[in-house]
């Protein structure tokens, strides 16, 4: 079976996508993560995976996620964060994190959300693409492989809240933070399709299934390919 490891892998989002695409997952993340719904290492993921290079015990994997920390250059947070005083301190982790992934020599998937984090933006994903209750655009960086672009559909609407003092319905809802109209813990769990969890952090840091299935499907065409 193919098998992939899980890098910052929050409470399993990506994780679940790749398991329904048929890996077997392996997950890692500082945190404690009771509700990761997989096998689980709890520690600093580069330093893990950097172990795993180094003793060999990378090669049991065929592909590498990571979803490195992105409060540094989300576009969510740099315009208000910033200006407050929030989010100084976030280290940019995407440079080191590719720079290990490179020494493995496996296929790998780096994923982060719009804004200022310096990533190839191979795909960009939406949910709007998979029919879900939340836009949710991340971007994700290919190496050792590649993909064609899935078309990016008109949305259908606006996300539901209040924006700049301004209140919108619309078919979407804001699956982050807390108040003026976001998301309740179980209208963000049926727009992402993540039911394993209830946990409000986890849900707002997770990204849905949908969108690593997608990918994982499409890696293991992609290899298929290379093999005929």
Known sequence: MRRILDLFSCAGGAGWGYHLAGFQV???DTADRPNYPFDYHRGDALEYLDHLT???DIDRYTLVHASPPCQAGCALTIGTNTSQGWGGDHRDLVAPTRELLERTGLPYVIEQPNGRAAIR??????????????LRHRNFELGRWATARPAHPRHRGY?????HGVRREGPYVAAYGKGGGKATVPEMQS?????????HEELTE??????????????????????V
Not at 121 to 134: H, Q, S
Not at 191 to 199: L, P, Q, Y
Request: proline letters at 4%.
């Open 26 to 28: 392996d997950g890692c």
């Open 54 to 56: 180094t003793t060999g």
């Open 121 to 134: 933006k191979d795909l960009t994903l939406c949910g709007e693409m998979f029919g879900l209750g939340v």
């Open 159 to 163: 996300v539901r809240g209040h924006r």
């Open 191 to 199: 727009a992402m399709g993540i039911t394993w969890t209830d946990v």
């Open 206 to 227: 997770a990204i849905p299934p949908a969108f690593s299935r997608w990918i994982g499907t499409a890696f293991s065409t992609a290899r298929q390919e290379v093999l």
